[in-house]
C-alpha cells in the first residue's frame, strides 16, 4: 500500500526527513512513532501529497505520489494534526460539500454522507454548525471527511490531540473499527493508543527511521534480560545464596518487607526461568506470595530507542 524510497526532505535551516525507506502493507495497521521534530508530520504531510519530496520516491496503491497526485490523493483519507473545517457550515452541508470535492458521484453522494455519519457517531449532529460542535465531535467530523470518498489508505495524524480521556477512547474505538476496512497509518504521542491499536511500530528520530517491528519484538530486541519478581516469607541471606547458584539468574535487589516478608527482583536469561524458581521455592518449603514477569512498556521501549544516551 506505501512504498518510500530514500526520501529526504530539506528545509533552509535542517533537513526534517533524511533518506528514509520503509513500507506498509495492505491491510496493517501501523503506528508512526517520534519525538517532536522527529519528521513525523513532514513524513505524513508527503505521504499525503501536501508536501513534495526533495529526493527519493513515494508510491500510493501503486502511484507514484510526484507523477499521479490526483491518482494518490483518491485513494487516501487524511486528517491533519490540526483538522482544517469551515466553522460556519453544518455538518451536512459540509460533508456533501467535501464528497463532491473528492469526486464522489451525485448519485452516491448522499447514501455516503450517511455512511460515514453512521461510522462516525454523527446522526445527531447533522443540522449542527461545525464551530459549535465540541472538541471531540470536529474530530469526528476530520474523520468522516476523510472517509467519504472510501479510500483504502488512512493517514491519521494526531488524531486524539486535545480530547479529554472519554473522547480519546470514543475516537480510539472508531479507528479500530475503521482499521477493519482501511490501512491505517496512526501517529500520536498517546503510546496507549498504539500498543492498543496497532499491529506494528515505526519509530522516526532525527529525520531518520531508526526502527521498524512488532511492539513485541521491539521489546525482545532491546530488553535482553527478563526481570523477574518474587516475595516470599524466608531468611533473606538463604534466599539470595540458594537463587545465586542457579544457572541463568542474578539477584539485583532483595528487600526486606514488613511483616517478615521479603521481595526480589531477578534478573533472568528467560521468563521461563519461573518454573525453576517455583520448584526452588517448594522444596525448602518458603511461602511464596508473588512471582512474576516485570512486564516491559511501550514508552521503555521508546524511549530506549530514542534517548540521546544511546542509538538503537
Same mark, same amino acid.
Request: net charge negative.
Given at each position: 500500500?506505501?512504498?518510500?524510497?530514500?526520501?529526504?526532505?530539506?528545509? &533552509?535551516?535542517?533537513?526534517?526527513?533524511?533518506?528514509?525507506?520503509?513500507?506498509?502493507?495492505?491491510?496493517?495497521?501501523?503506528?508512526?512513532?517520534?519525538?517532536?521534530?522527529?519528521?513525523?508530520?513532514?513524513?505524513?504531510?508527503?505521504?499525503?501529497?501536501?508536501l513534495p519530496v526533495d529526493a527519493g520516491q513515494i508510491e500510493?496503491?501503486?502511484?507514484?505520489?510526484?507523477?499521479?497526485?490526483?491518482?494518490?490523493?483518491?485513494?487516501?483519507?487524511?486528517? &491533519?494534526?490540526?483538522?482544517? =473545517?469551515? &466553522?460556519?457550515?453544518?455538518?451536512?452541508?459540509?460533508?456533501?460539500?467535501?464528497?463532491? =470535492?473528492?469526486?464522489?458521484?451525485?448519485?452516491?453522494?448522499?447514501?455516503?454522507?450517511?455512511?460515514?455519519?453512521?461510522?462516525?457517531?454523527?446522526? %445527531?449532529?447533522?443540522?449542527?454548525?461545525?464551530?459549535?460542535?465540541?472538541?471531540?465531535?470536529?474530530?469526528?467530523?476530520?474523520?468522516?471527511?476523510?472517509?467519504?470518498?472510501?479510500?483504502?489508505?488512512?493517514?491519521?495524524?494526531?488524531? *486524539? /490531540?486535545?480530547?479529554?480521556?472519554?473522547?480519546?477512547?470514543?475516537?480510539?474505538?472508531?479507528?479500530?473499527?475503521?482499521?477493519?476496512?482501511? *490501512?491505517? =497509518?496512526?501517529?500520536?504521542?498517546?503510546?496507549?493508543e498504539v500498543e492498543a491499536i496497532c499491529e506494528r511500530i515505526?519509530?522516526?528520530?532525527?529525520?531518520?527511521?531508526?526502527?521498524?517491528?512488532?511492539?513485541?519484538?521491539?521489546? $525482545?530486541? =532491546?530488553?535482553?534480560?527478563?526481570?523477574?519478581?518474587?516475595?516470599?516469607?524466608?531468611? $533473606?541471606?538463604?534466599? /539470595?545464596?540458594? /537463587?545465586?547458584?542457579?544457572?541463568?539468574?542474578?539477584?539485583?535487589?532483595?528487600?526486606?518487607?514488613?511483616?517478615?516478608?521479603?521481595?526480589?527482583?531477578?534478573?533472568?536469561?528467560? &521468563?521461563?526461568?519461573?518454573?525453576?524458581?517455583?520448584?526452588?521455592?517448594?522444596?525448602?518449603?518458603?511461602?511464596?506470595?508473588?512471582?512474576?514477569?516485570?512486564?516491559?512498556?511501550?514508552?521503555?521501549?521508546?524511549?530506549?530507542?530514542?534517548? %540521546?544516551?544511546?542509538?538503537?
Open positions: 500500500m506505501i512504498k518510500v524510497y530514500g526520501v529526504t526532505k530539506k528545509y &533552509p535551516a535542517r533537513t526534517a526527513v533524511d533518506d528514509i525507506s520503509f513500507e506498509v502493507k495492505r491491510g496493517e495497521i501501523v503506528g508512526f512513532l517520534g519525538p517532536n521534530g522527529a519528521g513525523k508530520t513532514t513524513t505524513m504531510r508527503m505521504l499525503a501529497g501536501y500510493i496503491a501503486g502511484y507514484d505520489v510526484t507523477l499521479h497526485p490526483q491518482e494518490v490523493r483518491r485513494r487516501i483519507g487524511y486528517l &491533519p494534526e490540526s483538522c482544517p =473545517l469551515y &466553522p460556519e457550515m453544518r455538518v451536512d452541508e459540509y460533508l456533501r460539500f467535501r464528497a463532491e =470535492l473528492k469526486g464522489v458521484k451525485s448519485a452516491a453522494r448522499k447514501a455516503k454522507v450517511s455512511e460515514v455519519k453512521e461510522r462516525c457517531g454523527l446522526e %445527531d449532529v447533522g443540522k449542527r454548525i461545525i464551530g459549535q460542535l465540541s472538541k471531540g465531535y470536529r474530530q469526528r467530523v476530520g474523520l468522516a471527511d476523510s472517509l467519504v470518498h472510501d479510500p483504502d489508505l488512512l493517514i491519521l495524524d494526531e488524531p *486524539t /490531540v486535545g480530547l479529554d480521556p472519554f473522547q480519546i477512547r470514543q475516537v480510539r474505538e472508531l479507528i479500530t473499527q475503521l482499521a477493519e476496512r482501511h *490501512t491505517v =497509518l496512526l501517529s500520536t504521542h498517546i503510546l496507549q515505526l519509530i522516526i528520530k532525527n529525520g531518520r527511521i531508526v526502527a521498524s517491528d512488532t511492539e513485541e519484538n521491539l521489546h $525482545r530486541m =532491546l530488553h535482553a534480560c527478563s526481570i523477574i519478581e518474587m516475595e516470599i516469607m524466608a531468611d $533473606r541471606e538463604e534466599v /539470595v545464596a540458594r /537463587v545465586g547458584t542457579m544457572d541463568g539468574m542474578n539477584v539485583r535487589n532483595a528487600n526486606e518487607l514488613a511483616d517478615g516478608w521479603l521481595w526480589l527482583e531477578i534478573e533472568a536469561d528467560s &521468563p521461563a526461568l519461573r518454573v525453576d524458581l517455583f520448584n526452588l521455592v517448594v522444596s525448602q518449603g518458603w511461602v511464596l506470595r508473588e512471582l512474576s514477569e516485570q512486564q516491559h512498556s511501550l514508552e521503555d521501549t521508546f524511549v530506549k530507542i530514542t534517548s %540521546d544516551k544511546g542509538e538503537a
